[in-house]
């Protein structure tokens, strides 16, 4: 596989052209909300990414965001919020997630991503080795770190 | 330009071969085809010959002591001034400043308005002339280089002169007309681009200086993309300030030029202060040297600007009349191959003799960034993203488009490997339209 095929897996397209998570946040009452706008200033991409997350439990029940960019920034807000919905996921659980995924974007290539931590987000493990790509796979996954900080400060 | 001749491709071939960078990519299989001028451009032997040479022989520091040495290198920086006054047609070498880049250029120009406007004391006899305040007008165009907008904004901002611009027409340009509409006899300053760095359209510099001066405007020119490509004589354009970079002109980085018309130079306060721009300091307060030294304190880049001497022989060698026939050869090749492909769309005029030295588009249903990661697989190199021009590709409708820009040792097969490149990234990403 060349590594543009790498880095364009059909995954990636697929979820680029099809999009998870697109669209106004519906929290559910009592919810705890946060909305940040991450900008690549650039490629002028951007994202608004929204979450709510149940006061008690610190599970993030909803994600919901808009956005314009390249197919790596839609597809890898995609992802992630794919994986946040299936895996029904805590600010912590999240947030390990994030770590996880920002270490495999940025090992130029080098090292096994964990699998288990990142599901389908393993396929944007091509884009570690284009380094002026890194800022669009991170966009919408430091949306949700900004998210995070919010309703932690919400919850202190 | 059809009076000269252009370069024939085996003089592009034999130029070529003067660029380390060419010359060694030219034994690559596929060798890189590299369309990206407009961002920096490759360096000519002899220019980097001519840096190396001088720090080898002859580096001291100029202007300052009394030595021999110091003596042959302020020749060499000076000999550098002179020779980019020559090619810019600059009557004095006096009115060639040195500066880092284009945008200290501007910045210089923006912010000595802007000395002139706080405190008229502060400046230099007769720096009143360039006070602005409330009810005056700066005026731009919505093409401009961030580099030609924000100094603008903030000069307007920090004084309560009033920031107007001219918006741009569908296909990006603005006309003669639109500027006379805009201009009032309030209008300060009208800075503009020679040629945009995104559409390529070339504006008519000299009636628009005219109309400038007819309602008692000063005029400022962002010459970034005009100078490297096509004969520029300033004085005879009778803007009153302009700037360029070097790199972007086979020169080296980290030096820039600030061109003025004598008289004003002569009025504007210097925006920085320090060491060597100065005649007599006491300890309360300085007194300025005239230009351009009032403008350059602290250690200048002497190496660089030899070097950028060393590009205006270079260019001038080659002969920048011809050198522009060819490469209006080049854009005019590069437009057709875009138009002929659907699905891809212009940015800028239509008309090739609009244009001088790039062409910039957006493909349907592709952003810029994959389109660009697909071309550089295919070792084509362009640009992809806002090219510092926001409000521009904004007016456009779009966020970031993919700039192709050619320069004098540019080729036919660049380009063709361009558009083959773009049709290639529509099939790939499944975005092909059919004619």
Avoid at chain 1, 88 to 94: C, P, V
Avoid at chain 2, 133 to 147: F, K, N, R, S, Y
Wanted: net charge negative; with cysteine.
């Amino acid at each position: 596989m060349s590594a543009l095929d790498g880095l364009y897996q059909e995954l990636i397209l697929d979820h680029s052209k099809r999009p998870v998570g697109k669209g106004a946040l519906e929290a559910p009452d009592g919810a705890l909300t946060a909305s940040h706008h991450e900008f690549n200033p650039s490629c002028g991409d951007e994202i608004d990414l929204s979450i709510a997350v149940d006061a008690e439990s610190g599970r993030i029940e909803r994600l919901a965001w808009e956005g314009q960019g390249c197919s790596i920034s839609m597809a890898s807000a995609s992802i992630l919020s794919q994986l946040v919905r299936d895996e029904q996921l805590t600010i912590e659980e999240a947030q390990l997630r994030i770590a996880a995924f920002r270490e495999m974007i940025q090992a130029r290539g080098a090292g096994e991503p964990d699998e288990e931590l990142l599901g389908d987000a393993v396929a944007l493990q091509g884009v570690a080795k284009f380094v002026m790509r890194v800022k669009c796979a991170m966009l919408g996954w430091v949306a949700l770190e900004a998210d995070l900080r919010q309703v932690e400060g919400q919850r202190a | 330009m059809e009076t000269m001749s252009a370069l024939t491709p085996a003089e592009v071939a034999e130029l070529r071969a003067a660029f380390p960078y060419f010359a060694l990519q030219a034994g690559l299989p596929t060798p890189p085809a590299y369309l990206d001028a407009a961002a920096t451009s490759q360096r000519p032997a002899a220019v980097l010959d001519a840096e190396r040479r001088f720090l080898e022989t002859a580096n001291a520091a100029v202007h300052r002591g009394t030595s021999g040495a110091v003596g042959a290198a302020t020749e060499a920086f000076e000999g550098a001034r002179a020779a980019v006054a020559r090619f810019v047609g600059a009557a004095a070498p006096e009115q060639i400043v040195w500066a880092e880049n284009a945008t200290d250029a501007l910045n210089i120009v923006a912010l000595g308005i802007g000395e002139a406007s706080a405190n008229p004391a502060l400046g230099v006899p007769g720096s009143e002339r360039f006070a602005v305040g409330p009810g005056d007008e700066i005026l731009v165009t919505e093409a401009e280089h961030h580099a030609n907008l924000i100094p603008w904004q903030r000069l307007a901002a920090r004084t309560g002169a009033t920031f107007r611009y001219i918006p741009v027409r569908e296909d990006g340009t603005w006309t003669i007309d639109d500027a006379r509409a805009a201009l009032t006899e309030r209008t300060r300053v009208f800075a503009f681009a020679h040629i945009s760095n995104v559409t390529g359209y070339v504006a008519p510099v000299a009636e628009l200086a005219a109309l400038a001066r007819s309602v008692g405007a000063l005029t400022v020119l962002d010459a970034c993309q005009s100078v490297p490509h096509i004969p520029v004589d300033l004085d005879a354009l009778g803007v009153d300030f302009a700037a360029f970079s070097g790199h972007k002109m086979l020169g080296p980085n980290g030096v820039g030029v600030l061109y003025g018309r004598p008289e004003l130079l002569a009025a504007l306060p210097p925006s920085r202060t320090g060491g060597s721009a100065i005649t007599r300091v006491t300890m309360e307060s300085a007194e300025f040297m005239p230009p351009p030294m009032r403008f350059e304190p602290g250690t200048q880049p002497v190496s660089q600007a030899v070097g950028l001497g060393a590009a205006v022989e270079f260019l001038s060698a080659v002969g920048m009349e011809r050198a522009a026939a060819r490469e209006h050869e080049l854009v005019e090749r590069l437009v057709a191959g875009i138009e002929e492909t659907p699905g891809v769309r212009l940015l800028g005029p239509a008309d090739p003799a609009q244009r001088v030295a790039l062409a910039a588009v957006s493909v349907e249903g592709l952003h810029a960034h994959d389109v660009g990661q697909f071309l550089d697989e295919q070792g084509v190199l362009v640009r992809v993203g806002h090219h510092c021009a926001q409000p521009l590709h904004r007016a456009f409708g779009i966020a970031s488009s993919t700039r192709a820009s050619v320069h004098l040792t540019t080729t036919e097969d660049e380009i063709d490997r361009f558009l083959d490149a773009l049709r290639g990234a529509q099939r790939y990403f499944g975005v092909e339209v059919s004619a």
